[in-house]
């Protein structure tokens, strides 16, 4: 990390944020996924694994890896497919999004912002889409505003970042396999601290 009068972080600060971020997600990482069968780790460690698979950027592995930390910034007891039962959108991609923005650049924090709107996007444009959603994403897709109107759907895709969102997204849905192998927490280290470097000061 560059360092100087620009106020860049040393590397220092840049290995405590890392650390924080990581044992936090390690420590609460136990709890369930909404009401999938899956916890938060689990489902965490999956998508990154998906999105290194093919090949993305470090920001996006990260984006991946860290696109529902909105859950574990704030206490929103069985996470938002719980409040959906209630009528309730927690918004936790924007809240993951303002928090990991202190530290990470738009390639990062965007494709997590816009992560459920890509679920609202999807439904609009790929029939087979809502099909294969579970259902706690049926179930939270209602309290986050249901599909797209077209016109609605064409403003999203063209904004920036808006396909690294809907990349994101299905890795996102697919990542729910209680069976699935992947590596540690600790080995993706190597892309958040890459994706901090990269953001800018």
């Not at 990154?48 to 991946?64: F, K, N, Q």
Request: charged share 25%.
């Amino acid at each position: 990390l560059a360092q100087g009068k620009e106020g860049r972080m040393n590397g220092k600060r840049a290995s405590r944020i890392i650390d924080e971020i990581f044992d936090n997600l390690a420590g609460r990482g136990h709890e369930m996924y909404g009401g999938e069968a899956v916890t938060q780790l689990q489902h965490a460690l999956q998508c990154a694994t998906m999105a290194r698979r093919a090949g993305s950027t470090a920001s996006l592995v990260t984006a991946a890896l860290l696109h529902d930390y909105g859950h574990l910034v704030v206490d929103d007891g069985a996470g938002d497919d719980g409040a959906a039962e209630q009528g309730i959108d927690m918004l936790h991609e924007e809240v993951a999004a303002a928090h990991l923005a202190r530290w990470f650049g738009p390639a990062v924090t965007e494709p997590i912002r816009m992560h459920v709107a890509a679920k609202r996007y999807l439904c609009a444009t790929k029939p087979d889409y809502f099909a294969d959603l579970s259902p706690a994403s049926v179930a939270s897709l209602k309290v986050q505003g249901g599909p797209y109107s077209d016109s609605e759907a064409a403003g999203f895709i063209a904004a920036p970042f808006a396909r690294d969102a809907v990349r994101l997204r299905v890795w996102d849905d697919l990542a729910k396999d209680t069976a699935a192998r992947t590596p540690s927490l600790d080995d993706f280290r190597i892309d958040a601290d890459t994706a901090l470097s990269e953001s800018p000061a």
